[in-house]
């Protein structure tokens, strides 16, 4: 797989991280991270340490900013249960 092109991470340093909250900027990092990667809100959960309810309205949150997209429906790594994964956009 291919690396993040440098200048989508100008961007990302420049325009969209200063103007997200940290709780955001924590989930965001996680899709930032692992670029060609889909999660479910409780897989993010889980790598952050964090509970399912700071992880949901996050995700809400970059899906309104246009940050993140629904990706899948599939099992969760997690749960075992079927859930919509996500994907940056």
Known sequence: MSQVQQTSLDVYYQKVLPNLMRRQREVLRVFIDNPYRDFTNMEVAAMLGFSI????PRVLELRN???LVKYCRRRCAVTGNMAYAWRLA
């Open 65 to 67: 900013k246009g940050l």
């Open 53 to 56: 309810n700071r992880i949901t």
